[in-house]
């Protein structure tokens, strides 16, 4: 009987593993069926198993057309029934996705994150006016907290000015009218308070778990 033995690795390669061995057997026979009126029933018979596999996806819009789908590409496109969507085509699923660009410009200055790049293209555009001034001193403001984010000590305003003059290309100044930006210490306070307040939900917990431990 050992001799009997079917390994896995010695199998044919499962095209979607998570429907299983079986489900890829019931394709292999409706493939080959001759008669494409029995290659039909076959086919709707392996979709109602195949619905009743994924029962939680049956509420997802075009359920039936993804497993219609999933079907003619555990056949390797190659099963020849009727079809209520139109079939999927071999060469689409084949080609490979365009690759994604990084967005992130400036990667020395991940920690200012990609909004700020973001918020800078939109001050760029703006009108020189008051509206624009105090948006540069809002965006400055959140660079200094970003940088001290990243590194909880303290930075000089002279280098967030550097920063958000590289960032934006030489195109914002921080109008020296205004008042300074905001202490190293009222930011990282600031930045503690609001980590605190995200996390207050879960000292109950703790709380009660030390205790029973102390008991």
Known sequence: MIDNLEYNTERTKLIIPEYGRHIHKMIDHALSCENKNERNKIAKAIIGVMG???????DV??????LWDQLFIMSDFTLNVDSPYPKPIKEVFSQRPDKLNYPQNFPKYRFYGNNIKRMIDVAIGWENDDMKKQ???????????CFLNWNK???EDDVILSHLDELS???LKLDP???????SQNLI???NKKF???NSKNKKPFRSFKKRNNN
């Open 169 to 171: 290309k030489g195109k």
């Open 52 to 58: 009743n596999l994924n029962p939680h996806l049956r």
């Open 196 to 198: 605190v307040k995200n």
């Open 189 to 191: 306070k600031l930045t």
């Open 177 to 183: 009218s205004l008042k300074p930006l905001s202490e």
């Open 135 to 145: 948006l540069v001193y809002v965006i400055a403001n959140h660079m200094k907290k």
């Open 153 to 155: 000590d303290t930075v």
């Open 61 to 66: 819009p075009d359920f039936q057309h993804k």
